[in-house]
């Protein structure tokens, strides 16, 4: 009834905190996207709706103040009291269901105004191993506690990560009215405030919505995502995008280093971008509420969350929405000032946000139309590229004195194929080294396994090496075999299935979770191409511009250390 169902099937998933800096450190507040190589990206309404199955199209989630003097509650207690039926209290000692031999005493937070709610408190008071001995009253009030909760720990957490403001509680008393309400984009627009907020040099930690963050890094870049158990499509049983992503579906999380995170989104092709991965398939196995806002996906609105507005831009993303990007973008509006809810614990959030919230009512009027992707609209994209690259921040790493000299795979993929290099060189020094061939046979059947295991793994399509080849390879292996593959051949790289980032461009990328498909090999010009070692060398050694450091670079050591003023 309340549109969270979706929600409580996601897993917890190990956040990948080297890959989330990188992202951070390429986040624009001026523009609310991501400044890549390959133009800008942005989570936006839609992926909100796919990937969380939240609803967002509604009233803008925001209320009246209703605690004070001459209001309807005098205090925070007192609202908890009627909405929750209790309060923390200072002297009671709470008892962790989980373990009985942890105990805590809780309080109110924010000092003498009382205005949060510890979340820990609400996990050990209003857990049950069951509901049903309950009267209708008392579950009502554990159903408040829950959404509390899980704003407070997934959906809108604060830096804090253990409070939630007690701010949404009033917007509970009537469930039914709280169903029709943007949660969704009051979650886009807390993390994209957050995102403004962490790209601060001073700022150490994020918050809001990090698991939509990954998991949308996951669905549209190849950089940092998981190798899944299966790489056809997971059927969703009516549940949204990001249940794919849950635990049990995750074989492997590569753990990049924030350098490496940082020269693959440097080095970012457009083969490794999927502009469009919610695939017709996709749509069709979600349930409604994921698509109950669909006619507002493209609207360029401002995105209300009590204290916080933030405005949706999706006219500068619309590549991801199957159209061409465009030079004719509009700015933020001029007058827009990030505030929040500091020093305004008086203030009426509808009154004071009255032109925002008028604009969001208004939102289908704000509806981004844009021209289709064909054939013959690459060289409008080339256009676009040049106009973005002439004034975006793109590169983070500074100039480099030397050639790099360590190689940093860019995909699953290439990891996989960087094993294999490692694991053949272990095998084949011995025998260098000692001149002793009498376990030749032994490392070629381990090479062969070696290959067997790349290609199952990263799934190679080749039509030249069948069964009869492989019982050859690892069974009647002799002299004349091992003499016959001494000699190195030349091997035309357009023909191999080894992933787009080891050589030039290839177009935009494929679905992730679709079956691979053979693509067609373009004609050779010339017999007498550059060897593949050449090529290799020369796409990892070309010269890139570099971003200069800016003041919302975090963790930069080219910006100066200013010492702290004397009070």
């Known amino acids: 009834m309340l549109g969270l169902d979706c929600v409580s099937q996601l897993q917890y998933i190990r956040m990948d905190h080297n890959l989330l800096t990188a992202l951070v450190e390429r986040w624009s507040p001026q523009t609310n996207s991501f400044h890549l190589p390959v133009g800008e990206m942005s989570i936006t309404l839609q992926d909100v709706a796919l990937i969380l199955g939240l609803h967002i199209d509604g009233p803008a989630l925001v209320g009246h103040n209703v605690v004070g003097a001459g209001r309807r509650w005098l205090s925070w207690p007192d609202c908890c009291d009627d909405l929750l039926g209790q309060h923390p209290q200072r002297d009671v000692v709470h008892v962790d269901p989980f373990n009985p031999r942890v105990s805590s005493k809780f309080r109110m937070g924010q000092a003498q105004a009382q205005t949060c709610l510890p979340l820990r408190w609400l996990r050990w008071t209003f857990y049950r191993d069951s509901y049903l001995d309950m009267n209708e009253l008392d579950f009502w009030r554990h159903l408040r506690a829950y959404i509390l909760f899980l704003m407070g720990t997934y959906l809108l957490p604060d830096t804090s990560g253990c409070e939630i403001h007690l701010r949404f509680l009033p917007l509970l008393e009537d469930l039914g009215l709280f169903s029709t309400y943007s949660l969704g984009g009051a979650v886009l627009a807390h993390l994209y405030r957050e995102l403004a907020e962490a790209t601060k040099p001073k700022r150490a930690n994020i918050a809001g919505c990090i698991h939509l963050l990954q998991i949308w890094c996951w669905e549209r870049l190849h950089v940092g995502r998981p190798t899944l158990h299966v790489p056809q499509q997971v059927s969703l049983d009516g549940l949204s995008v990001g249940y794919r992503w849950n635990q049990q579906f995750i074989r492997q999380l590569p753990a990049g280093s924030l350098s490496s995170y940082r020269d693959e989104l440097d080095g970012l092709l457009d083969s490794q971008v999927t502009w469009e991965p919610y695939t017709t398939e996709i749509m069709s196995q979600v349930p409604d509420i994921c698509l109950s806002g669909r006619i507002i996906w493209l609207a360029r609105v401002p995105l209300v969350a009590w204290t916080r507005v933030e405005w949706h831009l999706p006219d500068r993303v619309l590549r991801q929405f199957g159209f061409v990007p465009t030079i004719d973008v509009h700015p933020m509006e001029p007058k827009f000032v990030r505030v929040d809810g500091r020093g305004k614990s008086d203030t009426d959030g509808l009154v004071y946000y009255l032109h925002y919230i008028g604009l969001w009512e208004d939102r289908t009027a704000h509806i981004i139309e844009g021209r289709p992707l064909g054939d013959d609209t690459k060289n409008l994209i080339q256009h676009y590229l040049q106009w973005f690259r002439s004034w975006a921040t793109l590169y983070m790493l500074r100039p480099t004195s030397t050639p790099p000299t360590t190689y940093y795979p860019r995909s699953p993929s290439e990891r996989y194929l960087r094993q294999y290099l490692l694991d053949t ?36 399509h080749d039509d030249h090496f069948t069964e009869e080849v492989h019982t050859r390879f690892t069974e009647d292996v002799h002299v004349g075999f091992i003499e016959s593959i001494s000699t190195p051949v030349l091997v035309d790289p357009y023909s191999m299935g080894a ?49 200069p450091p800016q003041h919302y670079t975090p963790g930069s050591d080219a910006l100066p250390h200013r010492g702290r003023r004397r009070r």
């Open 425 to 460: 060189q272990r095998a084949v020094h011995p025998l260098l080294s000692s001149n002793d061939f009498s376990n030749a046979e032994n490392v070629i059947r381990r090479i062969g396994e070696l290959a067997l295991d790349v290609c199952r793994e990263i799934h190679i």
């Open 499 to 547: 992933g787009p980032s080891s050589f030039e461009d290839s177009g935009p990328g494929h679905d992730y979770f679709s079956y691979p498909t053979q693509q067609p090999s373009p004609a050779r010009v010339e017999d007498d191409i550059l060897p593949v070692t050449v090529q290799v060398e020369q796409h990892l050694l070309r010269d890139r511009p570099v971003r």
